[in-house]
């Protein structure tokens, strides 16, 4: 299902379901034609199909709303990992600041690079995000080499010991948040789910065909918002793509400060024009 897109799933559910019904339907009639000859259902038993329907539907509803505290807890963590890796990462740039140079410059400009790095497109490739992981990877690298060159001489001191620190926070908080965004809900939990919706879409039909009526309009509405709640778990399961994705404004904002900052850098340090021989005499 991580190949199809979240539209197609619904399509698919939807064809599904109501094909279960249709089958339901059809063994409800045959049961119902081999026992036409026989006495009439008594109320008891009309009583106990529709006990026996209403829990069925309503284990159905308690299993797609654990799955959606599932999907709607994982969404959450993966919005507070970009909250705090934004703030780790502006951290380490404010820190690095107090730094000798050149690897103020080095530092500010590979954490600059790093936060660019850690934007989440929507709608990328596998390969686009394979590529971008490779990408991230690199950076990580030297971004450690280069706050080992620059602390080593002083590694006793204190602000050596808090750059390491924030650094080290920096670079964990992305792998975790990497981690959150790999982490979905059980295939099997999903699995049991549609399996349970199909089953449920069929009892449905069949009793519906055992006391005599359809209700087209009714059945398929049931199984319409069934659908569409599935649909929604899965596509908060799906970081980027769908109609829910996590913001990623935290570093967007990063990213700006940081390329106003640069730009300021680079006007402060622009080398001055030597003036010329008629400015110098006046």
């Not at 799933?9 to 094909?19: D, Q």
């Not at 934007?119 to 390969?127: F, V």
């Not at 549609?194 to 069949?206: D, E, H, N, P, W």
Request: net charge neutral; charged share 25%; proline share 4%.
């Amino acid at each position: 299902m991580q190949a199809l897109s979240l539209w197609a799933v619904a399509l698919l559910l939807v064809a599904g379901s109501l094909a279960a019904v249709e089958a339901g339907v059809i063994l409800g009639r045959r049961q119902a034609r081999r026992h036409a000859a026989g006495a009439a259902e008594s109320p008891a038993k009309s009583n106990v199909e529709g006990y026996i329907i209403s829990s069925i539907f309503g284990l159905l509803a308690f299993l797609v709303g654990f799955t959606f505290s599932m999907s709607l807890s994982r969404y959450d963590d993966r919005r507070s990992w970009i909250a705090q890796e934004a703030t780790a990462i502006s951290t380490v740039y404010l820190r690095a600041e107090l730094l000798d140079e050149p690897y103020r410059s080095r530092l500010r400009s590979l954490l600059r690079d790093y936060a660019r790095s850690r934007l989440a497109p929507d709608n990328i490739t596998s390969a686009e995000i394979e590529t971008g992981i490779l990408q991230t990877e690199r950076i990580r690298n030297q971004l450690w080499d280069e706050t080992r060159t620059a602390i080593y001489p002083d590694r006793r001191s204190d602000l050596a010991s808090y750059f390491v620190e924030a650094m080290n926070n920096a670079l964990d908080i992305g792998t975790r948040r990497a981690l959150a965004g790999r982490a979905h809900v059980p295939t099997q939990i999903v699995a049991i789910l549609l399996v349970y919706l199909l089953v449920a879409a069929i009892m449905l039909g069949y009793l519906m065909a055992k006391e005599g009526t359809t209700r087209r309009h009714e059945s398929t509405l049931l199984i319409l918002m069934f659908v569409a709640s599935i649909n929604l778990i899965l596509d908060l399961d799906r970081p980027r793509e769908g109609l829910i994705r996590v913001s990623q404004r935290p570093l967007e904002e990063l990213i700006a400060s940081m390329n106003a900052d640069a730009a300021k850098e680079s006007v402060t340090e622009r080398p001055t024009k030597p003036p010329t021989a008629d400015e110098h005499e006046a």
